[in-house]
């Protein structure tokens, strides 16, 4: 008898349509700047005036018209200014002051700080960011064994965190969740400190024996740890944690525990104050996991003693990160399973962030309409002008279709992003980190884009379980 496989997933095309012809607004602002210097130069001065202001405008349309790895040149304008401004402000440095530490949290790639407070009723850690005007709960979870069940079971399973996404949907005061998969050197502590309790005193030769071989197995042993991180809006204008914020994330909290028991889940637990501060002091110090995944830090300082930031990596206190766009998602159908390289590599110390927005019906159906019609426009551009549509174009309009049909259906909308933090303790080490996980990627069916020039903010927003966005 043969198996009956698992539900494929499918995911759509990254969007690249533009106003005009494939071209956004800050390209086509570019070029009408180009055409008004070349107009201007021919009605002035004629063929000499054309041949003098060559150099402006043949600039500005190969600003306008040119792509640097698969980027228009004016996408690449404010990230490099901004990188520059940085460099020369020294903001890509950061050294922390622990004798300033009062109060609320102050982390390397966030604009404002953080306040770390505990729930009254649960104890789970929420963290107030009064700029972003958003409270986020983290929760720990734990996998049943996804990809030895059987097809049927998989399937359960898939369904079940459809479920979940969709119910997420229909919440309009979530405002972003975020679902962080981490590898990390574990060092053996928890059998180490096991053996430290249980080991008899009046068999020294034993102990050491076996303390020994503990000692020799400190680096092959690896722990993952999977997060969900759901960031809650508050009440606007509110400058403190207040009651009816911490409700609010406290109901949020329990309804979707709820929903991943009923998707067959395990939540581990809540992640308390002392365990965030744990997560965050690890994601910037990797080897202070060795000292114990359970040895939880105190209200200090919780974040990275300094930070260094380079145009292609971030270096912390003990690691150096390069973060990673999945900027091409499989085309073609897959099974659910398909992340297994990327996650499950062993020896490989890497963290897998998938962020997610929800969006409502009404939002979902107005952004769908509203591409339907640049389309549509684009395509009668091209057609009196001659041009031929090109594959990736249908496939685009293909999936608006899906989406349109599939909201119409009840199902829900997400805006989603997927991130991957490479460490490494030095960067002979990255580099060769990196090259793996390209080709765990290619096995993944996943292109993946390194975020030159804002790695200290990609690694705040991809390392820690905190539902920061990008933007």
């Not at 009062?102 to 009254?120: C, D, Q, V």
């Not at 019609?373 to 002008?385: G, K």
């Amino acid at each position: 008898m043969t198996a009956t496989p698992a539900t494929s997933v499918r995911f759509g095309r990254l969007e690249r349509r533009g106003v005009l012809l494939g071209l956004d607004a800050g390209q086509l602002t570019v070029l009408a700047v180009a055409l008004v210097v070349l107009v201007v130069a021919e009605y002035g001065a004629g063929a000499l005036g054309v041949a003098v202001t060559a150099p402006v405008w043949a600039t500005l349309a190969a600003i306008a018209l040119v792509s640097v790895a698969g980027k228009p040149v004016t996408r690449w304008l404010p990230i490099v200014g901004q990188w520059v401004l940085r460099r020369v402000f020294r903001a890509t440095r950061y050294v922390a002051r622990p004798l300033r530490v009062t109060g609320p949290e102050s982390l390397p790639g966030f604009p404002g700080r953080l306040t770390i407070a505990a729930s009254p009723t649960t104890g789970a850690a929420l963290v107030f960011d009064r700029r972003a005007g958003t409270v986020t709960g983290i929760l720990e979870l734990t996998g049943r064994g996804f990809l030895l069940e059987d097809p049927g079971s998989q399937d359960l399973r898939v369904n079940g965190w459809g479920r979940v996404l969709a119910s997420l949907c229909q919440q309009p005061e979530i405002v972003r969740i975020q679902l962080l998969h981490r590898s990390s050197a574990d060092g053996a502590a928890g059998v180490r400190r096991w053996w430290a309790e249980q080991a008899l005193a009046d068999v020294p030769w034993a102990s050491r024996l076996v303390a020994d071989l503990l000692a020799e197995s400190t680096t092959l042993t690896e722990r993952r740890d999977c997060f969900l991180a759901v960031a809650v809006r508050v009440p606007r204008g509110s400058r403190y944690l207040n009651a009816a914020a911490v409700n609010s994330a406290e109901q949020h909290l329990a309804a979707i525990t709820d929903s991943l028991v009923a998707a067959e889940i395990d939540v581990r637990s809540v992640v308390t104050p002392a365990r965030l501060r744990r997560v965050l002091r690890t994601a910037y110090d990797p080897m202070a996991a060795l000292d114990g995944p359970h040895k939880e830090t105190g209200d200090g300082l919780v974040g990275p003693m300094g930070v260094a930031e380079f145009w292609d990596c971030v270096r912390t206190d003990s690691a150096h990160h390069a973060v990673y766009w999945v900027a091409e998602w499989p085309r073609s159908d897959v099974h659910p399973g398909f992340l297994q390289p990327l996650l499950l590599t062993p020896g490989a110390r890497r963290a897998f962030t998938l962020i997610a927005e929800p969006l409502s019906a009404a939002a979902a159906l107005r952004e769908i309409r509203r591409a339907k019609v640049e389309h549509t426009a684009d395509a009668a551009q091209r057609a009196r002008i001659g041009r031929l549509e090109d594959a990736s174009t249908r496939a685009e309009a293909d999936d608006l279709l899906r989406r349109e049909q599939d909201l119409v259906g009840g199902h829900g909308d997400l805006r989603f992003a997927g991130l991957i933090t490479v460490s490494a303790d030095s960067r002979a080490e990255l580099e060769a980190a990196c090259r793996a996980t390209a080709a765990a990627a290619a096995q993944a069916m996943c292109e993946l884009r390194l975020l030159v020039g804002q790695q200290g903010q990609a690694h705040a927003a991809a390392a820690l379980p905190l539902a920061r966005g990008l933007l």
